[in-house]
């Protein structure tokens, strides 16, 4: 019989078997016991001798008055019941009670025996049993993620370094000192991407820390290894070059993910966290300009693939961060999801607990004691979590799904060090906190329509907040380009709610003017930091863009209105514009997606001679007429307004080839009909705006269906 050593701290157990091995008297042998004793008995139990019986049965004394010591055998001792095997007075009778004897059991008596708990034997083989649904689930999502071709998938998830290559990837690892490939030994393959069972209500977080590997071989080590989604194969040099750009370009925006993880433990640990953090670095990936894009279609798959398989895990959570602050390109904000994934994103979050670092057993199953490092990881995720909802919110003009309770707002406090958070991350949490702030403030009448509170209670808030931000700023020891430029942003959002003030109120005039120069400050910052580090133009989050668009349009509205204009220098201001629209242009990503358009539109609006196309005449001209998009809706508005222009044009001044009116196009200048493929509709020169055809815009959002 072979010796095994049973997981969860077992001990010892010989399993049954024909032929038992016979070991001396003075040791007590261990016989596993099923948890589910009425089962059918073995066939080699029955088939035993009685010989065979007794060398591994235990005789009880005889007590003084002739009668046996009334002990119960195993069996019944394990069901708790009556056992009349000690009663028995002819000894040359088989040693079985009752109860053994008609259900088949095998009868016998341990000194060492102890009765074991059936729901904690129940508990150990349903973790098992869940351990092997999870990485039977893993192996089949990613499986359909490589297209279905398994064998194919196998053989390039498992090939291992030669020589050559382990030599390269070591010299990797010396030359960045950013990952770390080695992990402890693991028991069992757990899988923290795909779902849970049935019955199940969630995951136990040690499984989910970072430093747990389903694939790690006896030593520990991870290999290097390509991998695959759908068509799109990369190798392990051009991952481990994706990473390196990811932690030095991109991850100091969103200090969020362990650096020290190796791509290799990355994957083990979640794949859809893989190609999210493969998808940003391939935003500006020179080997690869194309990469980006093919990979928009499979990551977005798998991501909603991975959002159906509940329970999810805080690996699910990260991912969704990362694919909303830096966003698939699209040509249409109608198609944007980012804003629908925030709120996924936080009601993941708090299903799982993270809002409450230190009580994790309130939503666990299990047991659970955490550490340190993942309360400290499970605090960053969750400050993660509220920034990009935050952002994305704002960007889009929406009511932020944010949750800034104790763990955020007062666990830095409380003493322990998991609780803190990076300087930057914290720095950035505190602004977010503070656009917050004043979106629910400006927008919490319910008197009006929009949610709008008037302009004399509004003023008295302008004050309390502008006084709030000028002590976060002042808070902030060593503050970092990045760190100056949210601070300008989160004052341009609560300044823009100066346009939704009467123009009859106080010092309106004063308001507007000190917008203008927050506006320009904003792109003049940028333009300025670009120039010192040339990160934040081209590795900037998608808010950023979203904050230049903006400024750009508040600048633009202001410059186009008679009289504010006479307050501004008009042709010095005129150079920013151009450069704040070149800024827009150059945080573009692919061909026609949004910051490309909105930076063509921007350009065409500043030489466009219609009167009154942005800005009305006089001081009331600023007047918005979408006022439902809180900071952005100065965006709204103006691309609103330049929708009417259109409609209002006759077809035969506005460009549209009526011959070829159900196929979107434009006509060249000898007449021919040309596809939108084959010729770009907004090109450099602001002229060629005439040649659009009509643009069908969204209320609520930039939408140019002809691109579509």
Same mark, same amino acid.
């Given at each position: 019989m072979e010796l095994e050593t049973a997981p969860?701290?077992?001990?010892?157990?010989?399993?049954?078997?024909?032929?038992?091995?016979?070991?001396?008297?003075?040791?007590?042998?261990?016989?596993?016991?099923?948890?589910?004793?009425?089962?059918?008995?073995?066939? !080699?139990?029955?088939?035993?001798? #009685? !010989? $065979?019986?007794?060398?591994?049965?235990?005789?009880?004394?005889?007590?003084? #008055?002739?009668?046996?010591?009334?002990?119960?055998?195993?069996?019944?001792?394990?069901?708790?019941?009556?056992?009349?095997?000690?009663?028995?007075?002819?000894?040359?009778?088989?040693?079985?009670?009752?109860?053994?004897?008609?259900?088949?059991?095998?009868?016998?008596?341990?000194?060492?025996?102890?009765?074991?708990?059936?729901?904690? $034997?129940?508990?150990?083989?349903?973790?098992?049993v869940n351990s092997l649904r999870r990485e039977l689930s893993r192996r089949s999502t990613s499986a359909q993620a490589t297209g279905g071709d398994v064998a194919n998938s196998h053989q390039i998830d498992t090939i291992s370094s030669d020589a050559g290559s382990t030599s390269s990837v070591n010299t990797f690892h010396r030359q960045s000192g950013m990952f770390s490939t080695t992990l402890p030994n693991m028991t069992s393959p757990v899988s923290t991407q795909a779902s849970d069972p049935p019955g199940t209500t969630t995951r136990r977080f040690p499984e989910e820390s970072p430093l747990t590997g389903r694939d790690t071989n006896p030593t520990g080590f991870i290999a290097r290894a390509p991998r695959a989604l759908g068509s799109i194969q990369l190798s392990a040099d051009d991952i481990d070059e994706l990473f390196a750009e990811y932690f030095t370009y991109y991850h100091p925006f969103l200090p969020m993910l362990d650096p020290r993880i190796s791509p290799a433990q990355y994957y083990n640990l979640s794949v859809l966290l893989f190609w999210a953090i493969i998808s940003v670095a391939s935003r500006r990936y020179d080997n690869d300009p194309t990469l980006l894009t093919r990979l928009a279609r499979s990551v977005t798959n798998l991501t909603w693939r991975t959002l159906q398989s509940i329970p999810h895990s805080k690996s699910v959570v990260q991912s969704l961060a990362l694919l909303c602050t830096w966003p698939f390109p699209t040509s249409s904000s109608t198609l944007d999801v980012s804003y629908m994934w925030t709120g996924t994103m936080m009601q993941i979050s708090i299903q799982m607990g993270l809002n409450r670092p230190l009580n994790p057993q309130d939503f666990a199953k299990f047991r659970v004691q955490l550490n340190d490092s993942e309360i400290s990881e499970r605090v960053r995720t969750w400050a993660g979590c509220n920034i990009v909802a935050q952002s994305v919110s704002v960007g889009t003009g929406l009511a932020a799904p944010v949750q800034y309770d104790w763990s955020l707002v007062s666990g830095s406090r409380s003493g322990s060090p998991a609780m803190k958070l990076d300087h930057g991350l914290e720095a950035h949490l505190r602004i977010e906190m503070f656009r917050d702030n004043v979106s629910r403030a400006m927008a919490s009448s319910v008197s009006d329509p929009v949610g709008l509170l008037p302009t004399h209670e509004r003023l008295s808030l302008y004050k309390v907040f502008s006084k709030e931000l000028e002590g976060i700023e002042g808070s902030i020891n060593d503050l970092s380009d990045t760190t100056r430029f949210y601070i300008s942003a989160a004052r341009l959002h609560l300044q823009s709610f100066y346009l939704f003030d009467e123009p009859s109120s106080d010092?309106?005039?004063?308001?507007?003017?000190?917008?203008?120069? $927050?506006?320009?400050?904003?792109?003049?910052?940028?333009? !300025?930091?670009?120039?010192?580090?040339?990160?934040?133009?081209?590795?900037?989050?998608?808010?950023?863009?979203?904050?230049?668009?903006?400024?750009?349009?508040i600048i633009l509205k202001i410059l186009k209105n008679d009289y504010f204009s006479s307050f501004i220098d008009v042709e010095s201001e005129q150079k920013l514009f151009h450069a704040s629209v070149s800024v827009i242009r150059k945080m573009s990503v692919a061909d026609n997606d949004l910051p490309g358009r909105l930076g063509d539109v921007l350009a065409y609006l500043w030489t466009d001679t219609t009167p009154n196309l942005i800005s009305g005449p006089g001081k009331e001209g600023l007047q918005l007429k979408i006022r439902s998009r809180m900071s952005m809706s100065v965006v709204f508005d103006s691309l609103w307004r330049w929708r009417e222009q259109f409609r209002a044009l006759p077809n035969n001044e506005n460009g549209f080839d009526q011959e070829n009116e159900g196929e979107p196009g434009i006509s060249d200048a000898t007449g021919t009909h040309r596809s939108i493929e084959e010729h770009p509709p907004f090109a450099p020169n602001p002229m060629l705006f005439d040649c659009v055809g009509p643009l069908d815009f969204a209320l609520d959002n930039v939408d140019f269906s002809p691109m579509n």
């Open positions: 969860y701290q077992h001990p010892i157990i010989y399993w049954h078997a024909q032929n038992p091995p016979e070991t001396p008297s003075s040791h007590h042998q261990f016989f596993f016991q099923s948890p589910f004793p009425s089962h059918a008995p073995l066939s !080699d139990t029955r088939a035993r001798s #009685n !010989d $065979t019986q007794s060398a591994f049965l235990v005789r009880e004394p005889v007590i003084r #008055n002739g009668s046996k010591k009334r002990r119960a055998c195993n069996e019944c001792k394990q069901q708790k019941l009556r056992c009349d095997l000690s009663t028995l007075v002819n000894y040359q009778s088989p040693d079985f009670c009752s109860r053994c004897k008609r259900l088949g059991l095998e009868c016998r008596i341990d000194r060492s025996f102890r009765r074991e708990r059936k729901r904690k $034997t129940s508990d150990e083989l349903e973790k098992e010092t309106y005039i004063n308001r507007i003017l000190t917008l203008y120069f $927050t506006a320009t400050s904003v792109m003049q910052q940028t333009l !300025d930091t670009n120039q010192r580090s040339q990160n934040i133009i081209r590795y900037c989050p998608f808010f950023v863009y979203q904050t230049s668009v903006s400024a750009s349009f």
